[in-house]
């Protein structure tokens, strides 16, 4: 009799158990989009030229990094002669998919000049040089961008498209040009040689320049089907 009330208690366990398992739901699990996690991380030793770099995190653990470099550049002429007072940067950006698909990057800059925030009567334009940058001119004079000054005075808007594969990179430049009229004396907080960096924001990419720029849409980072 007590062994019927043993097993009888044990068959009552067993159900329950049973009952409990079956009522559990499974909680889904977080969905990470790509471009949701921006993360700034310090160059390495053999990226002495980089000012910032931006890891872009998909749901799989796999990045879309953006290398933005440090200025150079100078004064020059322009088109408007002594009346006039010009200074341009150039930049280069870095574009790396370790994704497993393929990236349509797109990137475009207005013809258009506008006033920068820091006033003084200064506009500033941004465009894409047609030169091609390679890793190996990091070291050249203006990142061996050529005849950029028969370019800065050129008044149309600049774009290109790129298909970025996986474990591919795009390297290209950007450049700044700032103006003030009637031969004023710059101010350093006004014409720049400040950092400037492209950044991305979901799928779309924006370039900023602070204080000059807080920013400036510019094109996206597509995932192609």
Known sequence: MKYTHVCALFLILVFY????????T?????NIKSGNKDTVTSPRPNEHNIYTKYEYTDSDGKSIIIQN????GGPYTGSKGKNSNYSFLIFF???INETAKPLELTINFPADSFATSQGGNV???????????????????NYGGKNLESFLDFNKPTMFQRTINPKEDCLFYIGTVFYQARGTAWKDESRGGNRAELILKGQHLFYRMIPQIDSLPCGHIIFKK
């Open 69 to 72: 470099g440090f200025p150079r």
């Open 17 to 24: 158990t049973y009952c409990k398992g079956q009522n559990k």
């Open 26 to 30: 499974e909680l889904p699990k977080e």
């Open 123 to 141: 506009y500033m334009k941004v465009f894409l040089p047609p030169d091609t940058m390679m890793n190996e001119k990091q070291i050249l004079y």
């Open 93 to 95: 950006t870095r574009i």
